[in-house]
């Protein structure tokens, strides 16, 4: 008997052959690298960077602190249950004098405005008053100047602002504010909408998701059933909407919708109604359009997981003495869970986010909390106040994100 003994590189040659395969390894690490690195930097500065500002920006204003320098640092001292001392007021004075040459008057006031209505102005007026005050005492003249330096709250809210870093723009952004001595309290209720409208925005995006499945799902399992010489045509009438802009898709929802539109018009002549109904610029309109438009994103998960379930399954249970409904749920329906999940979870993500339809076809109890974004960002340019009710939804999203992976678990999501 022969035995055979195959060599084992060692030595010179085996280390210099391990040398030889890090640097491929590098090498293909790298290069992989390169392909995905204009992918990644497109995530960070389109995606991450902006997120991570709007977080900071719902925490953060140093508009006080930067413009009224020797205020802010004055009221460090300051105990918070009178008047401050005439230091402040001299202090304050200078600020004003300051801000008036510079300018920055109406940016103070803006800012003190948001916590205080009406700050604005009497912020401008009492900074050009004081620009002609030549020496004290401040604190009398000031008060004299105008009554607006001689209120607590006032001096309250110049000393939250010798903080880089505030809790208003959350606070507000759950019908809460600051009170007269610091204190959080609830917003009186000509100013409480906020929390009314994160429910109705979660409201209509679960009417919304739900509406989407049940008209989805029928569609869903007849495109996978069909034979693919009827079910292509019918797969390219349900991306067809895809084809045309969102905006498009909503202005036809207001031709179809209004008072003489298709939609009425055919009810009254088929004496389903007596009269025209109110179906636009209401919460009908404002589901009817989110459902018409989200409908894909629920159906083509669906759809994509009914393709890989086998028609053996069903076949198999009723041949076993199964009938068609209890063959369905309890064979068929389970397999298709993962597509409905992924299908409902990217409608409702989807949903928490609408601006345009609501703006266009709902009813101003109908606007969710999109429109209050868009209205801080573009008319009142308050980014604090826009930046919190977004950080908000998107902790709501998170949270809600992450009990669904709890429940149901995202390992289970199938996108096809």
């Known amino acids: 008997m022969v035995t055979m003994t195959v060599p084992i590189a060692g030595g010179l040659d085996g280390i210099l052959l391990r040398i030889q395969l890090q640097r491929v390894e590098r090498w293909r690490k790298l290069r992989a690298l390169t392909l995905v690195l204009p992918l990644l930097l497109f995530i960070l500065i389109a995606f991450i960077l902006p997120i991570g500002r709007m977080m900071f920006n719902a ?33 304050l004075a200078g600020d004003l004098k300051e801000a008036w040459t510079q300018r920055t008057a109406g940016a103070i006031g803006k800012r003190m405005n948001y916590e205080l209505p009406g700050a604005s102005s009497q912020i401008t007026s009492s900074a050009r008053k004081a620009s002609a005050l030549s020496a004290g005492p401040y604190k009398a003249a000031l008060i004299e100047i105008n009554p607006f330096w001689g209120q607590r709250d006032v001096w309250s809210l110049l000393k939250r602002g010798s903080s880089a870093y505030t809790a208003y723009y959350l606070l507000r952004s759950v019908d809460y504010q600051y009170g007269p001595d610091s204190q959080i309290v609830a917003s009186p209720p000509e100013n409480a909408i906020f929390r009314d409208t994160f429910l109705r925005t979660l409201g209509i995006s679960i009417g919304v998701t739900a509406a989407t499945l049940l008209l989805g799902f029928p569609v869903a399992y007849l495109l996978a059933t069909l034979p693919p010489k009827y079910g292509n045509p019918l797969m390219i009438l349900v991306v067809l909407p895809f084809w045309t802009s969102l905006l498009v898709r909503t202005t036809a929802w207001v031709v179809l919708l209004q008072q003489h539109g298709v939609v009425n018009d055919v009810l009254l002549a088929l004496h389903i109604i007596p009269e025209p109904a109110q179906l636009i610029f ?39 003495g199964a009938g068609p409904f209890y063959a369905f749920w309890k064979v068929y329906f389970p397999q298709t869970l993962p597509g409905i999940a992924a299908g409902c979870l990217l409608t409702f993500i989807l949903c928490l986010g609408y601006y345009i339809t609501p703006a266009l076809v709902g009813g101003p109890n109908d606007q969710m909390i999109s429109y209050f974004v868009a209205h801080y960002t573009n008319e009142e340019l308050n980014w604090g106040m826009a930046s919190a009710l977004g950080a908000i939804l998107l902790v709501a999203t998170l949270v809600l994100y992450y009990v669904f992976n709890k429940l149901v678990g995202v390992d289970r999501i199938k996108m096809g």
């Open 59 to 91: 925490i953060h204003d140093d508009t006080l602190l930067a413009l009224m320098p020797r205020t802010t640092t004055a009221l460090s001292g300051w105990d918070g249950k009178d008047l401050p001392d005439e230091s402040v007021y001299a202090a």
């Open 282 to 320: 209401n919460r009908i309109g404002t589901v009817v359009a989110m459902t018409h438009i989200q409908l894909p994103f629920t159906l083509l998960p669906i759809y994509s997981v009914m393709k890989t379930v086998s028609p053996t399954h069903v076949r198999a249970a009723r041949s076993l």
